[in-house]
Antibody
């Protein structure tokens, strides 16, 4: 089955760059999906960061856009997130997810995040 | 930006009861792009409902979604102990996804 697994440093210094990778298994990253990052500060709700498809098209949350880079490595079947100039406000659990935009087997349109990684905690602190 | 406001913040019910969770949007949302997720402590969110009313794969029919425009509802009939969690609604407006702040469903 499709699985996603995040990895990366759990501690990043203020003003540094947060870098995470999401390994995808069970499906090709070159499929029609949108590969997505979502974060959740401790005790708070969910925030969409951005997404990328295998053609290289990207969409980002305007509140983060200038600091965020999402990329795909087809050879490794994984995708990555970089957030620059981090502050304590970027401390969160970071999730990777698969975004689907397609018709399901019953003809209903699916636009949602149907598979999620387990999440990885990133703390911004000196 | 479309803001989603969920109510109540916390809902206290007993197993076997029916839960009704509300999600109100600051402007009209296409039903096609309204989803609901369940999140348990220490776990990733799980997709429950998409297209406002279509259950995701493996989701029991005790879960149902409804609504249109600015008002959407997630209903859970006959609550089971495993249903007590935080629930989020989500929308897509063509350029950005946003989530509601969540409703915590707790055991009374």
């Amino acid at each position: 089955q499709v699985q996603l697994q995040e990895s990366g440093p759990g501690l990043v210094k203020p003003s540094g760059t947060l870098s995470l990778t999401c390994a995808v298994s069970g499906v090709s990253i070159s499929s029609s999906s949108w590969w997505t990052w979502v974060r959740q500060p401790p005790g708070k709700g969910l925030e969409w960061i951005g997404e990328m498809n295998h053609r290289g098209s990207t969409n980002h949350n305007p509140s983060l856009k200038s600091r965020v880079t999402i990329s795909i490595d087809k050879s490794k079947n994984q995708f990555s997130l970089k957030v620059s100039s981090v502050t304590a406000a970027d401390t969160a659990v970071y999730y990777c997810a698969r975004g689907e935009r397609r018709y399901d087997s019953s003809g209903y349109y699916l636009d949602a995040f149907d598979i999620w990684g387990q999440g990885t905690m990133v703390t911004v602190s000196s | 930006e479309i803001v989603l406001t969920q109510s109540p913040d916390t809902l206290s019910l007993s197993p076997g009861e029916r839960a009704t969770l509300s999600c109100r949007a600051s402007q009209s949302v296409s039903s096609t792009y309204l989803a609901w997720y369940q999140q348990k402590p220490g776990q990733a969110p799980r997709l429950l409902i998409y297209g406002a009313s279509t259950r995701a794969t493996g989701i029991p029919d005790r879960f149902s979604g409804s609504g249109s425009g600015t008002d959407f509802t997630l209903s859970i009939s006959r609550l089971e102990p495993d249903d007590f969690a935080v629930y989020y609604c989500q929308q897509y407006d063509g350029s950005k996804y946003t989530f509601g702040q969540g409703t915590k469903l707790e055991i009374k």
